[in-house]
């Protein structure tokens, strides 16, 4: 099997998608994880031992599509057409740059656009998508993050 691992993020800063990553890595049914994000910070030295010997795969993707607007009325187009930008690099990802994947784990935050990519890819390949969802804006909102008069 092949398993993808997508974090639409930096993955040296995911380590939660790492360690599933290498507990993947670990299962005699996977011949193939392939941990997909965007390049930055160091993997873990596990995540960096295993790429080395070529259980896991690192596929990087560009994080700075389009250079951001300097102004606030600049952002209204910026927001939508990164988006896009966004969804077109994860099909390619997906679909064109990698091997298929039988299953695709999927971390969220931030869903969009990487949910719809996730959706278009099961509808191509019929891989299974796994999401693991971090529930931030709950946990915010439960610690006051907005503020005593926010409801």
């Known amino acids: 099997k092949t398993v993808g691992v997508l974090v639409l993020g930096d993955v040296g800063r995911s380590p939660r998608m790492q360690y599933h990553a290498l507990s993947l890595a670990a299962e005699e049914s996977v011949g193939r994880v392939l941990l997909i994000g965007y390049s930055g910070a160091r993997c873990v030295p596990p995540v960096e031992a295993l790429v080395q010997a070529g259980k896991i795969e690192l596929v990087l993707l560009r ?32 679909l064109v740059w990698t091997p298929r994947m039988d299953v695709l784990l999927l971390q969220t935050p931030p869903a969009i656009p990487a949910l719809a990519a996730a959706w278009l890819a099961r509808a191509v390949t019929g891989c299974t998508v796994v999401v693991d969802w971090h529930n931030l804006g709950f946990s915010v909102l439960q610690h006051g993050g907005l503020g005593p008069r926010h409801p």
């Open 63 to 94: 994080e700075e599509l389009l250079p951001r607007p300097r102004s606030k009325i600049g952002y209204l187009a910026y927001a939508p057409a990164k988006a896009a930008l966004q969804l077109a690099q994860l099909l390619l990802a997906l």
